[in-house]
């Protein structure tokens, strides 16, 4: 198994390699079951099934990136390349993000470590003989280190995989506020802002008017161009934090990493145009089960290799690699 990746020639810089899957690549088809899982507080998450429906195949849980879904597509291209290799896949869909809005207030965010405990004992449930993996891309990479640091010895997971991880959100803040990255923010900034509005007027069509207040109290949805706006006016207060600082202090995975002791892969591009060098941790702040794969190219969920015609996705192949080796 090559650990090598060679980018592609055709998609110079950090901006060609994230924005490719986005904008140029042909969506993979799949036949997939959804799964509607009601949530202790009465909410739902969406979860969308795919390859063998056998006791015993090996299970991968699939972990979106903000404002993405089991739709994007590096959750379908790993899905079948997961299933190719004789693996089951479940893809989450965060509150909200299959399409229909959630039941309440609260939204997913980059610290939602409580959502993805109830979705893996529901799989531990649903599937008992599976082995039980997981992979989380950008934001859903961040909730699944931060979910392995907190359970330590108890988490449940035979190995996990996090790409392009934010490791520290108030710095990935800060990144994504300059250069061309602010393109990115502006993009986020609409949909987020879309994500809060489509909840409100669902809000207000089904006459949940204390649903309706809660969001309409933490303040306007104009004015606001950064994250740090945005997760000071609506994610703090709406999930328990006092503010911006204080969630990204309490939610980013970074300081959740040495107590993790799943057999853990983090791959990771120094170009990443969300994350700082800097944010990216130090061989020190691992723990002995956690290997950092760290490439001077790739971009943000990017990694493309291969030609114009022929392009290829290094994730999707050294992913189910990695996963399926002997520990």
């Known amino acids: 198994m090559s650990e090598s990746f060679q980018p592609a020639w055709w998609l110079p810089g950090p901006h060609l390699q994230t924005l490719w899957n986005a904008f140029f690549r042909k969506a993979p088809r799949l036949e997939r079951r959804r799964e509607r899982l009601w949530l202790a507080d009465g909410d739902f998450i969406d979860l969308d099934w795919h390859g063998p429906h056998e006791a015993t195949a090996p299970l991968v849980l699939v972990l979106h990136g903000l404002t993405g879904s089991s739709n994007s597509l590096y959750v379908l291209g790993l899905q079948q390349q997961l299933s190719a290799q004789g693996w089951a896949s479940v893809a989450i869909n965060w509150r909200g993000c299959s399409g229909e809005p959630n039941l309440l207030p609260r939204a997913y965010h980059s610290g939602a470590s409580d959502d993805l405990a109830e979705v893996i004992g529901h799989l531990q449930a649903c599937r008992p003989m599976a082995p039980l993996h997981a992979v989380g891309y950008s934001l859903g990479g961040n909730v699944l280190l931060k979910y392995m640091g907190e359970m330590a010895a108890s988490c449940p997971l ?63 949805l104009h004015g606001m161009r950064t994250f740090w706006d945005f997760d000071g006016r609506f994610t703090a207060p709406l999930h328990g934090y006092s503010d911006a600082q204080d969630y990204y202090r309490r939610a980013s995975s970074r300081y959740y990493l040495p107590t993790i002791t799943t057999p853990t892969l983090l791959i990771q591009a120094e170009d990443d145009p969300f994350v700082f060098r800097h944010s990216v941790p130090e061989p020190a702040e691992l723990s002995a089960t956690t290997a950092l794969e760290l490439h001077a190219n790739g971009g943000h969920v990017g990694f493309v290799e291969g030609t114009p015609r022929r392009p290829r996705y290094y994730l999707e192949r050294r992913i189910p690699q990695w996963l399926a080796q002997t520990p």
Request: glycine share 8%; charged share 20%; net charge positive.
């Open 158 to 220: 035979r190995k996990a995989v996090a790409v392009s991880v934010p490791f520290r959100l108030d710095q990935c803040a800060d990144r994504i506020g300059l250069g061309f990255s602010r393109v990115y923010q502006a993009h986020f900034m609409k949909a987020m802002v879309a994500y809060v509005r489509d909840k409100q007027q669902r809000f207000q069509r089904e006459g949940l008017l204390n649903h309706l207040g809660a969001l309409q109290s933490l303040g306007p």
